[in-house]
């Protein structure tokens, strides 16, 4: 077995490979760029080299200078992770002419499925079903137009190199395909380096169902049940399964041949990922393969007790598969969630940010958490803002389910957006929990997923001053003299009773508390209610008695700043001084980045006419597009930056004058 590898990746992959080499007593070589100096899979590593500056494109992706690395390390092998240089034919060549093991398929087994249109005439070969669609050579906008025709609408255009969502559009009517072609071209070309698109009918009510496939040198293979990935937001996956609900036993054999079937028409050996299309007659149909570990892994290790990443290393060392096919079984159900920094209620916009406060569900034999980070670290423009993947098991798929939900509720985060109140609502929600799963079921059910707060405005109010007297009262300095009254937070004063106010900011509205102090219990008015409060602060736990309803919530107090967790979702307060003034708003007309990026198109001149909605502005951030629109028609006055321009958060990109501004 290896006694060295290098691991070509970072964040939460490079740490779960790290965790499994070293059990098996193997060292480890980690990789960092200027953005990753002090990051946790840097840590956990028995050496690290840094390889360069913090953009994948100057770090992660050079090739050369990791091959460089890995022979100055005195490496074996190396391991690819997912993402970068993972699928990467040229760097899987590299390695083999180095003499360095590359721990995957074979460049050409890569090569075969790194286009997504030559995969499809490979897997039509082998007698693998295929979706309808167009997966030719030629690019000219004609031809694909006629491929659009031919196919059917809707329809979905995928770049060919392309993964994780990227370059893809969904089209409905032929009057939409030349737009949504160009913007997936362009996407393409930034993401892959190449624009070229393949065409596939749009199923409308597919589920997306993966089968992992595991190949040996000698050319042996089998399949590891399968996962159902159907929960997923612009193409990206973001609640997986295994294994697959409601699938017949008849059907997982067969998806599973074709799988194996599909690897070994192209010599493959290592670990891999056969996606299909399951449509609602029972039918499949190849969508893609992954040469390489998948994300949601994990969710096949637990029900199937093994370690994928121990099976890599054994395949790429040389050893014969540690299972045969009859030796395969399953136990239980497990599912794995993504906590991304990103914003649901903005379209899920990716966000930046420190993790000032990170507290995590304990892990056990029902509870996983993979991660790269900890508290205090930053989660940048730079990489793809996945937080971590918690995984959860049990014997059936309600009882996981239950896990699920609850682990969310122990996962707390404070100092950037996350998507964990989304998840819980998810997870939650009735119709996943009866499985009717598609591709759409996030679009089918927004209103279930994106419920009012669980804590209602005055309630979350009381908590928050019950959190913030208890802290005070915590820290508080012992008076000089004791038994003095003037001393106390109870609102003793001379010869009348005094009732201390508070001001809480939530959102753009300040909301003023007074509160009394009696016998260690707290009566607060607030909005003309009066709630009568007992309460005690243990570390950040916050255990209260409010009107005689017991509750329990967690938070987290920074630079006035109150972030309350109750079951799953957060509320958020600042306490409000006058000092700090209002909350400075962008004019009516100005349109401000939302987040840092880069500019890709500005789609309008000063003293252009626009109208409500219209696209002004393209930015990319976190490796996806997002589109800046016209809040209201009017004209445009001044643009503040150009195509290719880095801009930050909050930078007012472009000024309209609105009509009702003309009007005035």
Known sequence: ????????????????????????????????????????????????????????????????????????????????GYGFLSENTRFAEACETNNIVFIGPPSSAIAAMGSKSAAKAIMEKAGVPLVPGYHGDDQSPDTLRKGAEQCGFPLLL??????????????????????????AKRESKNAFGNPDMLIERYLTQPRHVEIQVFCDRDGHGVYLAERDCSVQRRHQKVLEEAPAPGLSEETRKAMGEAAVKAAQAINYVGAGTVEFLYDVDGSFFFMEMNTRLQVEHPVTEMVTGQDLVEWQLKV??????????????????ALEARIYAEDPDQDFLPATGTLRYLSTPDENVHVRVDTGVT????????????????????????????????????????????????????????????????????????????????????????????????????????????WSPFGRQNGWRMNSEYAQPMHLLVGEEVHELKILERDDRYQVMVGGSIYHLNCKLDDDSLQAVINGHRISVHGNLHN?????????????????????????LAGEGSLEAPMNGAIVAVQAKVGDQVTAGQTLVIMEAMKMEHAIKAPADGVVTDIFYAEGDQVSEGAELIAIETSDEEAA
């Open 316 to 333: 790429a060392w040389g050893d014969p598969l540690p299972l045969e096919q009859a030796q395969v079984k399953t136990r239980g159900h």
């Open 158 to 183: 995928k770049a060919v190199a392309g993964g994780g969502g990227k370059g893809m559009r969904v089209v409905e009517r032929m009057e939409d395909f030349d737009d949504a072609l160009a913007a």
């Open 560 to 584: 006035h700043q109150l972030v309350l967790f109750y079951e799953g979702d957060t509320f958020q307060c600042n306490v409000f001084r006058e000092t700090f003034g209002a909350e400075e």
């Open 1 to 80: 077995m290896f006694s060295k590898i290098l691991i070509a990746n970072r964040g939460e992959i490079a740490c779960r490979i790290i965790q499994t080499a070293h059990r098996m007593g193997i060292r480890c070589v980690a990789v960092y760029s200027d953005a990753d100096a002090n990051a946790r899979h840097v840590a956990m590593a028995d050496e690290a080299f840094h390889i360069g500056p913090a953009p994948s494109s100057e770090s992660y992706l050079k090739a050369d200078r990791i091959i460089e690395v890995a022979k100055k390390s005195g490496a074996q092998a190396i391991h690819p």
């Open 375 to 482: 508290e205090g670290d930053e989660i940048s423009i730079h990489y793809d803002p996945m937080i971590a993947k918690l995984i959860v098991w049990d014997e059936t798929r309600d009882q996981a389910i239950n896990r699920m939900v609850q682990a969310l509720e122990h996962y707390r985060i404070a100092g950037v957006k996350t998507n964990i109140r989304f998840l819980h609502a998810l997870a939650d929600a009735q119709p996943f929990r009866e499985a009717e799963l598609t591709t759409g079921f996030i679009e089918d059910h927004r209103e279930l997923l994106f419920p009012k707060s669980r804590l209602d405005l005055h309630k979350g109010l009381v908590l928050a001053a019950g959190f913030l007297l208890e802290q005070r009262k915590s820290r508080e300095v012992v008076s000089t003299d004791p």
